[in-house]
């Protein structure tokens, strides 16, 4: 086991999902027990079949809402990572179900860890509970005033991760993720954008950019997600806390698209210009200070090394699918 991680056994939920994947994986190979709870309504075996011989790493098809089928799973866990949630796809399609899953099943772990003494509770928060920015550099404090269904039912399960810590001296740190890239995310049309344009490039596709490319995004990359998840399970003193978790860096989705065509070695890449998508955010500006000063983070990923590493896993997962499919 890795020095200084305090936890014999962590549950992960979400875990066969894209960042999920990639926590249960750190945990697996530093040697933690770990579970992954996953209804692959969304996940993916494969996401995690490559750690199917570790003996330390137990795979489980659970949907967090069905609390008697949770239960089950709580024995000697000591750390949850909390990575679960409906996609924005259902968010729009079924918010009923979007609440039940964001908070419901939030709720649901949170009684479960209060019930069975688990010691930390890490929750995947996100940055749509400010809903439009009023001011920047955006920080902690900024108001939290969502305007989607999955930002209202992602800030009931941050308050209600919060609101344990009060109330039961459940220790719950929460981290508000944005624009986190990396491979095995999602490359539909509903994806995250570095792997839709990854795709479409490989597949010798044109990309659509929505409005005019100057919006910027705040990327993070994976693996320091992952590292920001480890670092508030272990750091003293961040109960009840809530961070932004992200790496400071900016870019705009024109240069984004440029980058993405640089690493294929397209020279001309083919873009075209769709309308704005109603409510596109057109500024992110995240304050990582607070992150950075109580979790130590450093965000050690830059964005063109991120970017390769995301480029050679599509690279070579689409290879695969073709080779499979042929
Ligand atoms: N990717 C980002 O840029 C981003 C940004 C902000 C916040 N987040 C948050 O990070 C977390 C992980 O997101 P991701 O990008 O890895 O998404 P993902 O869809 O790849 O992973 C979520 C996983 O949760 C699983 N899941 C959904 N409903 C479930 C249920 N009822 N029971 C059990 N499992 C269920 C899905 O099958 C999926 O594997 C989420 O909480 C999300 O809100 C992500």
Known sequence: ?????????ALVTGGAGFIGSHLVEKLVKMGVETVSVDDYFAGKHENLAHLKSYDNFQEEKCDITDLPALTKLFQGVDVVFHQAASKKTICINNPRRDLEINAGGTFNLLELSRDTGVKKFVHASTGSVYGEAQYFPQDEKHPLDPTSYYGVSKLAGEKYARAFSHLYDLDTTMLRYFHIYGPRQESSDVGGVVSIF???FLHGQPITIFGDGTQERSFTYVEDVVQAN???A?????????YNCASGIKVTINELAQLVAQQLDIAEPEIQYGDWLPGDIKVFDIDNSKIKRDLKMNFLTDF???LKYTIDWSRDYFLNQKAANS
């Open 304 to 306: 063109e090394a991120g």
């Open 230 to 232: 480890i670092a508030a």
């Open 234 to 242: 272990t750091t003293e003193g961040t109960k009840g806390q809530v």
């Open 198 to 200: 990854a795709r479409r």
């Open 1 to 9: 086991m890795e020095k200084n991680f305090p936890f014999q056994k």
